[in-house]
């Protein structure tokens, strides 16, 4: 399995080998159209014969839309590519949380309702504390929560998660 999701400002690539054997190494190749590609790095295969993790970071990529896809090289030069990953970095404009600390509302801005598909609040141990209805105020009740740190957390209509601490006073 191949992921590539945006991490701050760089793009974190990771994908996971079962019984991998007589592979010389993975490169790492990228795109900014989907189509043709260029190698942007390489890590060398373990071979341990069991499930592998393997991470590649690429860091503050040029373009807002990249595509990523790994090319897997065995020994004798044989090669298979993985399905290829999109990372859209102009949707991750930083959502803003106010007041922070609250007492009994919390306001969402920067975002549109209707790109979510869910508003969740979670405590520090990142269990799931309550499930909010998405409205289009965007304004939440906070009242019932006991006083402490937690964190929202938006998944959005297009796959992507923000996640925002805030303090209830």
Do not use: C
């Not at 790095?41 to 393997?54: C, I, M, S």
């Not at 859209?88 to 209707?114: G, R």
């Amino acid at each position: 399995s191949f992921t590539a999701v945006p991490a701050g400002k760089d793009a974190q690539l990771t994908w996971v080998t079962d019984n991998e054997s007589n592979v010389s190494h993975f490169e790492v190749e990228v795109s900014t159209n989907g189509l043709s590609f260029i190698k942007l790095g390489e890590v060398t295969a373990t071979n341990t014969g069991n499930r592998q993790l393997y991470k590649y970071t690429h860091v503050s990529p040029a373009a807002d839309l990249m595509y990523y896809r790994i090319r897997q090289v065995d020994n004798d030069g044989k090669y298979t590519f993985s399905s290829t990953a999109k990372v859209n970095f102009a949707k991750l404009k930083e959502v803003k949380l106010y007041p922070n600390p609250a007492a009994s509302f919390i306001q969402l801005s920067n975002v549109n309702a209707a790109e979510l598909k869910e508003v969740q609040i979670l405590g520090v141990d990142g269990k799931l504390v309550a499930l909010l209805p998405v409205n289009f105020q965007l304004q939440y009740n906070i009242s019932y929560l006991k006083q402490g740190s937690y964190f929202i957390r938006l998944l959005k209509k297009d796959k992507t998660i923000q996640t925002i601490p805030f303090i209830k006073q």
